[in-house]
Each structure stands twice: as structure tokens, then as C-alpha cells.
């Protein structure tokens, strides 16, 4: 299994400014994910980084409110940028294991105030 | 878009078994999983099925799986305190090479009663 490191766990931000999340991972993989769970609600996907590309962002998601970065086979950040209240929630980083599974890191909880 | 329901609550007295449900749409769904989240915490991978099986028990969990109907459980027997949580279903469905997104129920919260 992987295991995955999420920064920071919380934290209470002022709306208008911007946060970086980073996700280490201990092994190398080629896709790494990132969700967002907003209270009370499912998992939904924002987008997949690949090493040496742009993300792929899913539908109602944009590169300019959540730039990621992907620099190594390791590591990767989500930005969330000019955050409003709507904003609150859990970000969650997630790899592909060697096989079919899918591991998730513990979460960063986002307030924003 | 492909949908997963799951009931939203599942209270059990501590001992007995807990069964959480699951439905879903995608007919091309490979592989299923479920999730266990704890408060505070990220999610933490229980187990899966491949979608050619009908069941898989690991311990005190059971999955079972009819494919036909698009449904999907998972028995926690000897239910604990401990297993206190919200239990994720996900599914992944077969959208050609390089897929592995996953879409999620809105979970079960499993209360145990001591």
C-alpha cells in the first residue's frame, strides 16, 4: 500500500487569499488525484496530475481557482486561490496503488472565514 | 453521469452485524470498493471486488455483489464501537486505458450502540 502525507491537516483561512496543499507520497506513481468533500457530501473528483503534464480537470473545476503542480513522481500541490466560504471543505490527495486499489491521504480541512 | 446511492444512516448494538448498502449505475464498472472514514480522518481502503465475483470476506468483512441488479453490500460482522464511522461505496467504471476515477456514494454513518 501507499502511504500518503497530506500539509497541512487544518486550517482556518481569510476569504480572498490562497492555499497550498502539499501531498507526499512514499513510492513513485504515475497518477495522483485530488477530491474534495464538502460537508456532508461524496467525494468529488477536481482533478488528475500527471508528472511532466498539465492537470486534467474535471467539469465545474479550473486550472485558474485550483492550480496544481506535479513535479515529481512523489509529490504534488493543489492551490486553492481566492477562496470564498464556498470553499470549505475536506481536499483529499489520492494515488493509484500497484494494483487496483486506491489510496487517499488524510485530508486537509479547510474553513474558510 | 454514473450515480452511486447509498442510505445515509445505520445504527446497530454493539455485537450484532451491520449490513450497508449499495446501488449503482455504471454497467461497466470493474471494480467496487468501500471506504471507511473516520472522523477527522482521511479515507481509509477496507476492501474491493472485482466485478466478476459475488462475494469476498476478509475477517469480519463480507462484500457480496449482484451484478445484475447494480448492488453492491458490505457485512461488518461482531459490529464494535470502533467500527463507529461513514462507510464510502465507490465504483470504477471501464472508460479505456489510463481510468481510474472513482465515484463515490455519499456514505453510510454507522452508529454502534454499546
Known amino acids: 500500500s501507499a502511504v500518503i502525507s497530506q500539509k497541512p491537516s487544518r486550517d482556518i483561512c481569510q476569504r480572498g487569499t490562497s492555499l497550498t496543499i502539499q501531498c507526499q507520497v512514499d513510492s513513485q506513481v504515475t497518477m495522483m488525484f485530488w477530491y474534495r468533500q464538502q460537508p456532508g457530501q461524496s467525494l468529488t473528483l477536481i482533478a488528475t496530475a500527471n508528472q511532466g503534464s498539465e492537470a486534467t480537470y474535471e467539469s465545474g473545476f479550473v486550472i485558474d481557482k485550483f492550480p496544481i503542480s506535479r513535479p515529481n513522481l512523489t509529490f504534488s500541490t493543489l492551490t486553492v486561490s481566492n477562496m470564498s466560504p464556498e470553499d470549505s471543505s475536506i481536499y483529499l490527495c489520492?494515488?493509484?496503488?500497484?494494483?487496483?486499489?486506491?489510496?487517499f491521504g488524510q485530508g486537509t480541512r479547510l474553513t474558510v472565514v | 453521469g454514473e450515480d452511486v446511492e447509498q442510505s445515509l444512516f445505520l445504527s446497530v448494538r454493539e455485537g450484532d452485524s451491520s449490513v450497508i448498502n449499495c446501488t449503482y449505475t455504471d454497467s461497466s464498472s470493474t471494480y467496487l470498493y468501500w471506504y471507511k472514514q473516520e472522523p477527522g480522518a482521511g479515507l481509509q481502503l477496507l476492501t474491493y471486488?472485482?466485478?466478476?465475483?459475488d462475494m469476498k470476506q476478509d475477517q469480519r468483512l463480507t462484500v457480496l455483489l449482484n451484478k445484475k441488479d447494480k448492488h453492491l453490500s458490505l457485512r461488518i460482522a461482531d459490529t464494535q464501537t470502533g467500527d463507529s464511522a461513514i462507510y464510502f461505496c465507490?465504483?470504477?467504471?471501464?472508460?479505456?486505458?489510463?481510468?481510474?476515477?472513482?465515484?463515490f456514494g455519499k456514505g453510510t454513518k454507522l452508529s454502534v450502540i454499546p
Open positions: 465507490a465504483e470504477k467504471g471501464d472508460s479505456g486505458a489510463g481510468s481510474y476515477q472513482l465515484t
Open positions: 489520492s494515488v493509484q496503488g500497484s494494483g487496483t486499489e486506491a489510496f
Open positions: 471486488i472485482f466485478s466478476n465475483m
